[in-house]
């Protein structure tokens, strides 16, 4: 499977950016969703996950900014990010996982300037 994230950019504080995952050569909808995300110097962190159900979690930290969805039809997953703050800035990855397979995309980096 191939993972190709966008959307990442610069941003002001409380703006907010959409990042997008778009998955080919795999049956997407089988698979657990996640975002992750990985700060200068940190560890890479779970952001939110939306499971083959449509469950989802998230970080104690994005909860009720961050929403995570996902478009079966389209094989495209997101994360919509509002009231975006500084510690937000990272390089967000996307993953998918089910069983013994686990995907990762490339990373998009997010800026959030003060």
């Known amino acids: 499977a191939q993972l190709v994230e966008s959307g990442g950019g610069l941003v002001q504080a409380g703006g907010s950016l959409r990042l997008s995952c778009a998955a080919s050569?795999?049956?997407?909808?089988?698979?657990?969703m996640g975002w992750y995300r990985q700060a200068p110097g940190k560890q890479r962190e779970l952001v939110a996950r939306?499971?083959?159900?449509?469950?989802?979690n998230y970080a104690d930290s994005v909860k009720g900014r961050f929403t995570i969805s996902r478009d079966n039809a389209e094989n495209t997953g997101y994360l919509q990010m509002n009231s975006l703050k500084p510690e937000d800035t990272a390089v967000y990855y996307c993953?998918?996982?089910?069983?013994?397979?686990?995907?990762w995309g490339q990373g998009t980096q997010v800026t959030v300037s003060s």
């Open positions: 993953n998918l996982n089910r069983w013994a397979s686990d995907y």
């Open positions: 050569g795999t049956i997407f909808s089988i698979f657990h």
């Open positions: 939306i499971n083959s159900s449509g469950s989802t």
